[in-house]
């Protein structure tokens, strides 16, 4: 299965609204600081606000800030945010395979949520 990158730069835009959670962060700033394409963040905003993970504002003053505390949101949240339904056998899925598809998610989605984004953060501070 092939990653698309999407995990990975939600992550790091969250470490970045993480680190002032009350503030609201231009998509422009982000990329500016992590180097990516303000494009990219953007979409990857849309993914998280639609995932509830960030609030968004429009206008001068607007932005995304973290809807959540830092400590409440899990990995898993994140990566079922920005890559869906990432396990799949297909379209031609018999009830007992599909049965087995929703179970590995829900598995491995709560396994990824016991590291939380105030964890990472931490980390990423500590080099």
């Known amino acids: 299965m092939a990653q698309s990158g999407r995990f990975g ?22 990329a500016e600081a992590l180097g990516e394409s303000a494009v990219m963040v953007r979409r990857t905003f849309l993914l998280l606000q639609k ?6 504002r429009k206008g001068p003053s607007g932005g995304a800030r973290l809807k959540l505390p830092a400590k409440q949101i899990g990995l898993g949240q994140i990566y079922a945010a920005a890559e869906g339904d990432w396990i799949s056998f297909g379209d031609d899925t018999s009830p007992a395979l599909a049965g087995l598809e929703k179970r ?24």
């Open 104 to 127: 590995l998610r829900k598995d491995v989605l709560e396994a990824m949520n016991a590291t939380t984004l105030a964890q990472v953060a931490k980390r990423a501070l500590k080099g």
């Open 51 to 56: 995932a509830g993970l960030i609030a968004q």
């Open 9 to 30: 730069l939600s992550v790091r835009v969250l470490r970045v609204l993480a680190s002032e959670p009350e503030s609201m962060h231009t998509s422009t700033a982000i």
